[in-house]
């Protein structure tokens, strides 16, 4: 079983071509995918991954990008794999496209679609997870970065020009500890869903 992500560019006819961007920064997060990331069709794209954990930090990448629609389809995929997304086909990518449709209709812009009653379960906690995201301020991003990027918090106070205790509060506010304690949930629904 496998996981198909199909994203959708949102408000593409008044903004720039974002696709090209999405990909590369994709493609330095996730590495070896089952089939590449890669544009399908006007400002869509598609991936093939095997690992929960990367589904999870792809999707909420793309919901902290704001910009983005993300279903997520688990579920087989036709063998032998093709070289190509574009040329793959399966159960994980119809449910995909069902996961994108209701994204589509979400505030929080991501939805999962899966093989069994799991799925539900992970739709409804990446949906509560991507709403922190997508609520987090810049200020609570600029710790937050700092301290998944390996620094303490004296450090990242020092980064930042404010107190230790600011880039705590700032964390308590962007709900960090949350999301880290929640991303593993996810991942395991997400496994049980395909």
């Not at 910009?67 to 036709?78: F, K």
């Not at 937050?144 to 303490?152: I, K, S």
């Not at 705590?168 to 991942?187: F, H, N, S, Y």
């Given at each position: 079983?496998?996981?198909?992500?199909?994203v959708?560019?949102?408000?593409?006819?008044?903004?720039?071509?974002?696709?090209?961007?999405?990909?590369?920064?994709?493609?330095?997060?996730?590495?070896?995918?089952?089939?590449?990331?890669?544009?399908?069709?006007?400002?869509?794209?598609?991936?093939?991954?095997?690992?929960?954990?990367?589904?999870?930090?792809?999707?909420?990448?793309?919901?902290?990008?704001?910009?983005?629609?993300?279903?997520?389809?688990?579920?087989?995929?036709?063998?032998?794999?093709?070289?190509?997304?574009?040329?793959?086909?399966?159960?994980?990518?119809?449910?995909?496209?069902?996961?994108?449709?209701?994204?589509?209709?979400?505030?929080?812009?991501?939805?999962?679609?899966?093989?069994?009653?799991?799925?539900?379960?992970?739709?409804?906690?990446?949906?509560?997870?991507?709403?922190?995201?997508g609520?987090?301020?810049?200020?609570?991003?600029?710790?937050?970065?700092?301290?998944?990027?390996?620094?303490?918090?004296?450090?990242?106070?020092?980064?930042?020009?404010?107190s230790?205790?600011?880039?705590?509060?700032?964390?308590?506010?962007?709900?960090?500890?949350?999301?880290?304690?929640t991303?593993?949930?996810?991942?395991?629904?997400?496994?049980?869903?395909?």
């Amino acid at each position: 079983m496998v996981y198909v992500l199909t994203v959708d560019q949102r408000g593409s006819r008044r903004s720039r071509d974002l696709v090209e961007d999405a990909l590369s920064t994709l493609k330095q997060l996730v590495h070896e995918p089952l089939l590449s990331f890669e544009r399908t069709a006007g400002d869509e794209f598609q991936g093939v991954l095997e690992e929960p954990e990367a589904v999870v930090d792809a999707a909420l990448l793309l919901v902290r990008l704001d910009a983005w629609s993300v279903g997520i389809g688990a579920g087989p995929i036709d063998e032998p794999l093709p070289a190509s997304t574009r040329s793959a086909r399966g159960q994980a990518f119809l449910n995909a496209r069902s996961a994108l449709d209701a994204a589509k209709q979400r505030p929080h812009h991501v939805a999962v679609v899966g093989m069994n009653e799991a799925a539900a379960d992970t739709d409804a906690v990446l949906t509560l997870l991507a709403a922190v995201v997508g609520r987090r301020s810049p200020a609570g991003w600029a710790a937050v970065d700092l301290v998944e990027a390996g620094h303490t918090f004296g450090e990242a106070a020092q980064i930042l020009g404010i107190s230790r205790q600011a880039v705590g509060q700032r964390l308590a506010v962007a709900l960090w500890q949350q999301e880290r304690d929640t991303r593993p949930v996810v991942a395991r629904l997400l496994g049980e869903a395909a």
